[in-house]
């Protein structure tokens, strides 16, 4: 036997009170038939789908990324969260695959994905290189000339965040 995770409900969140316990061990990575692959974290905060967040050596899912949350210029986890997360809640968070991404801008086909600075559209993505975004190793599939919304998006390593276009 493996130990490969089976029969994981992505849309499930667990409270971690009295009852109604932490489902898998925090950090715990789970692939999916397609080759998806999601991390078990704990949030820090309410979390909003299709947003991009950092996650901490401890698996706690923190803020959305932007330029403040990776500004020591470190390299940080990221993870896309799969539905919307109570704040202290359990849930899976995306790192690697196809997903889908809310954008903040228009977006060209097949380009690199970056999330903005910060401020209202923190853990969207952008197409857009500037000394302040922060790359997150995505590309897109195609592109679209809405400037809301989402589009699909695809990484095919588990996502990490580094501070500014020079590490991309």
Do not use: H
């Not at 009852?19 to 990575?29: H, M, Q």
């Not at 969260?81 to 954008?103: E, F, P």
């Amino acid at each position: 036997m493996s130990g490969q995770i089976t029969m994981v409900d992505l849309t499930k969140q667990s409270s971690g009170l009295a009852g109604d316990l932490p489902l898998f061990k925090l950090g715990t990575r789970y692939v999916d038939d397609l080759g998806n692959t999601y991390r078990y974290v704990k949030a820090n905060g309410a979390k909003t789908v299709a947003l991009f967040y950092g996650i901490d050596d401890s698996w706690v899912l923190q803020g959305a990324v932007d330029s403040t949350l990776v500004a020591s210029g470190l390299t940080v986890r990221v993870g896309l969260a799969q539905i919307a997360l109570t704040d202290t809640y359990y849930g899976w968070v995306q790192t690697a695959g196809a997903m889908t991404v809310t954008i903040n801008e228009a977006i060209t086909a097949k380009a690199k994905l970056y999330c903005p600075a910060t401020g209202a559209d923190s853990g969207k993505v952008s197409d857009t290189s500037t000394t302040t975004a922060i790359y997150v190793g995505l590309t897109s599939y195609a592109g679209t000339a809405s400037t809301s919304g989402t589009i699909t998006a695809y990484c095919s390593n588990e996502l990490v965040s580094a501070y500014g276009p020079a590490n991309s």
